[in-house]
């Protein structure tokens, strides 16, 4: 999905579940994700991705 610069594929410490905004539900399994459904980027911060208020929303098809 995403051309690989490296840290993006990174995972993160605790598979977070994540309800996008258009109502999908997916599990960010590595850093920066898309949303399978509309392609919103979300993206955690390495150092602290066992919270979940470390992730945000990149915008669509950031990644
Ligand atoms: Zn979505």
Request: proline share 6%.
């Amino acid at each position: 999905m995403v051309k690989s610069k490296g840290k993006e594929n990174f995972a993160p410490t605790v598979p977070h579940k994540i309800t996008c905004e258009c109502g999908e539900t997916f599990t960010l399994l590595t850093i920066i994700m898309n949303c399978p459904k509309c392609e919103m980027t979300y993206a955690v911060t390495p150092c602290g991705s066992s919270d979940k208020n470390n992730i945000k929303v990149a915008g669509i098809k950031y990644a």
